[in-house]
Every structure is written in structure tokens, then in C-alpha cells.
T-cell receptor, first 111, second 115 residues
Framework: EDQVTQSPEALRLQEGESSSLNCSYT??????LFWYRQDPGKGPEFLFT???AGEEKEKERLKATLTKKESFLHITAPKPEDSATYLC????????????FGTGTRLQVFP | NAGVTQTPKFQVLKTGQSMTLQCAQD?????MSWYRQDPGMGLRLIHY???????DQGEVPNGYNVSRSTTEDFPLRLLSAAPSQTSVYFC??????????????FGPGTRLTVT
């Protein structure tokens, strides 16, 4: 069965304290892996797409990496404005064309 | 570009009532989809469409209908609302399949309460 698991569920960091969020997946017919940021009361906002193992992408304090079984979202020297829920989703084209989402990691960064 | 727009933002229904959630996009995306988001469950796919006139069921389609008469619009109909349909509903759109830039863009959501 296709599955996406994110950990931890919640993470509290001090401003400047770097850390990583994990997304592990088991799917057939992987087309790509997506990271989204979601602020309270808003829709998910696209961050990155990764297509193959070994691929890395960066945006400001965020870097996403991909292996054959999992993806990491590394946050370097976070700021309070990085506080949000980070969602991982896998695009599969096995049988149907769909995104399978994890339940997210809720990140809080304190000054 | 307005991106993906959804109306209404908030809605309260009584059990048994019907309504339509509207979704529109102006990016000429082929693929459109509806998700519901519930605490601890993540985003779950309700229905999706790969182009005008083509729709298919997602993970949780029961109690919902969709149609796609134009590229721009993808309304979601609740046939007879139930308390279990209390949720936040998101519409999303993207280019389809083999395009490099096929990430989904989400609307702001509709918060639905069924009493």
C-alpha cells in the first residue's frame, strides 16, 4: 500500500537552531516528491520538487534532499517566520495519477 | 494571475442540505483536484480531473460529485451533507504528468461545518 510518513509530528526550535524534518515513503511508480509549507488558515504553498535519488534543492534557509526511501528538509539557522506546518507529498502514477500526502510536521521557532 | 480561487471561504450547512463549492484557476492547467484536510489525517484526495470532460475518483469520493465542463472550473457538489463532511476543502491545479513543472498550486480553502 502506498504510504507517506512524516516525523516528527511537532518540532520546537530556538531561533538559529538548525534541524531536519523527515519524510519516508513507500509507493509504486514514483513520479516526484514535493515539499509544501502551510500557514494556519491557508492553503499549502509549494516549496520544492525532487525527482531522483541524490537530488538536492535549496531555497533561502531550506534544503531538500532525496534518497530511494526518504526525503529530508533541512532548516539552517531558522527564524520565527519559518514557523509553519511542512507537508511532504509523493506523486504516483501507478493506476491513478495522484498526490499522497503525509500528515505534516508542525514547526515552531522561538526568538 | 489570480491563481486558484475558491468560494465560499466559510460555510455552515444543516444535515441533508446540498451545496456546491466553487473552484477556478487561470493558469491553463489540465489537472485539477479536490482534497479535504482533517486533523491528524493529512490531505486526502476526493476527486480529480485531467482535462475538460474527464473526472475520476480519489481516495474518499463518497458523498461528493464533480464535473469539468471547462479547463478553468472544477466545482465540488455535496449531495446531502453529513456531519462527517465537516472539514477544510482545498482545490488544487497543475500541469499534467510529463511536464517538468507539474507541482500543484492550492487555493485558500473552504471551511465547511455541517450541524
Amino acid at each position: 500500500e502506498d504510504q507517506v510518513t512524516q516525523s516528527p509530528e511537532a518540532l520546537r526550535l530556538q531561533e538559529g537552531e538548525s534541524s531536519s524534518l523527515n519524510c519516508s515513503y513507500t509507493v509504486s511508480g514514483l513520479r516526484g516528491l514535493f515539499w509544501y509549507r502551510q500557514d494556519p488558515g491557508k492553503g499549502p504553498e509549494f516549496l520544492f520538487t525532487l525527482y531522483s535519488a541524490g537530488e538536492e534543492k535549496e531555497k533561502e534557509r531550506l534544503k531538500a534532499t532525496l534518497t530511494k526511501k526518504e526525503s529530508f528538509l533541512h532548516i539552517t539557522a531558522p527564524k520565527p517566520e519559518d514557523s509553519a506546518t511542512y507537508l511532504c507529498a509523493v506523486h504516483t502514477i501507478w493506476i491513478t495519477d495522484k498526490l499522497i500526502f503525509g500528515t505534516g510536521t508542525r514547526l515552531q521557532v522561538f526568538p | 494571475n489570480a491563481g486558484v480561487t475558491q468560494t465560499p471561504k466559510f460555510q455552515v450547512l444543516k444535515t441533508g442540505q446540498s451545496m456546491t463549492l466553487q473552484c477556478a484557476q487561470d493558469m491553463n492547467h489540465e489537472y485539477m483536484s479536490w482534497y479535504r484536510q482533517d486533523p491528524g489525517m493529512g490531505l486526502r484526495l476526493i476527486h480529480y480531473s485531467v482535462g475538460a470532460g474527464i473526472t475520476d475518483q480519489g481516495e474518499v469520493p463518497n458523498g461528493y460529485n464533480v464535473s469539468r465542463s471547462t479547463t478553468e472550473d472544477f466545482p465540488l457538489r455535496l449531495l446531502s451533507a453529513a456531519p462527517s463532511q465537516t472539514s477544510v476543502y482545498f482545490c488544487a491545479s497543475s500541469y499534467y504528468r510529463d511536464r517538468e513543472e507539474n507541482e500543484q498550486y492550492f487555493g485558500p480553502g473552504t471551511r465547511l461545518t455541517v450541524t
